[in-house]
């Protein structure tokens, strides 16, 4: 069987206990262990903060109270380049070990109990719980991403979306950013479930979200509002600029090649409305009321292009 590499990082000032800690880890055949040695919390300090580190152990008095601190911290990053605390001290009184559990260790062990075998179940109790809670984390992640989520377009849900222009909409009203709105509505969506039925209808909602995805940058968001809707939240970026991703998106959308049983489904086309933040607007709705305002107008001009209002009248839709 493979053997599991660990790295641990003993820390203490007394070189016998170093010599005695690494003689017990070479002694586990359980572990393949990468050792490692400072004799100061000070002198490891900068050390744990690049590298990772499975296991800690820690004399008691160089950890207290501070040291303590700053190693729970590290063990709560997000990389979690230290994973295991365990605190040896020379003697085990409850007060000790309960301090040293507030303060982020795993376990605590008195001297006088130090063996291999101690040893062993400590670090091995203390991984154990480590990947429990990193598989807990990452499951408290896909819940939120879930709530967050609409599973059809893999964009985020109308209430994240909306929570987003919310939180956009009132930094643009503080630092006065760009801000712009742009509301998506497929042309004759109705035909595509009509006539090759709702599945088709549903790939093609997917195809959109993809498309989407792949045009807008990380700092802007977009969103399925509902039925064959979407919205895009889009920040910094001067109107001209959100002209050529309307146009990107119009162009992407065209190109979607589409087919239900080998039967080719005809061009699909979108229609586009795009409202811009003004420091006179008093709400997120005021912006959301003019992107379908422009939508309608482009709706009305025609379809497949789009329609910018960025004052109280409409451009000429593109």
Request: glycine content about 6%.
């Amino acid at each position: 069987m493979r053997k599991r590499f660990v790295t641990v990082l003993a820390i203490s000032d007394a070189p016998e206990d170093i010599r005695l800690l690494r003689g017990y880890l070479e002694s586990m055949s359980a572990w393949r262990c990468d050792f490692l040695s400072c004799s100061s919390l000070e002198e490891a300090l900068p050390l744990l903060a690049y590298r990772r580190v499975d296991v800690v152990l820690i004399d008691y008095p160089a950890a207290f109270p501070v040291g303590m601190a700053a190693l729970g911290a590290l063990m709560h990053r997000s990389d979690q380049l230290c994973r295991v605390v365990i605190v040896i001290t020379e003697h085990g009184d409850d007060e000790v070990a309960v301090e040293a559990i507030k303060t982020g260790a795993s376990d605590y062990i008195p001297k006088a109990r130090l063996s291999p075998e101690v040893l062993y179940y400590a670090i091995r109790s203390g991984l154990e719980k480590a990947e429990l809670r990193r598989q807990l984390e990452i499951q408290q992640e896909e819940l939120v991403k879930l709530a967050r989520c609409d599973e059809l377009s893999g964009l985020f849900n109308r209430r994240a979306i909306l929570e987003r222009l919310d939180q956009e909409f009132a930094r643009s009203k503080r630092y006065g950013s760009s801000l712009h709105l742009l509301m998506l509505d497929m042309d004759d969506f109705k035909s595509i479930n009509d006539g090759y039925g709702h599945l088709a209808g549903d790939d093609l909602l997917e195809a959109v979200g993809g498309t989407i995805r792949s045009l807008i940058r990380s700092t802007d968001a977009a969103g399925r509002v509902g039925g064959d809707e979407f919205c895009l939240v889009v920040v910094e970026v001067k109107t001209e600029g959100v002209r050529i991703l309307a146009d990107r998106l119009l162009e992407a959308i065209r190109m979607l090649d589409m087919s239900v049983a080998h039967e080719k489904v005809p061009q699909v086309t979108c229609s586009i409305g795009i409202a811009a933040f003004t420091p006179g607007m008093a709400s997120p709705r005021q912006l959301l009321d003019r992107a379908d305002r422009a939508l309608y107008e482009a709706k009305s001009a025609g379809r497949d292009r789009f329609s910018v209002l960025c004052a109280e009248r409409p451009d000429k839709s593109h």
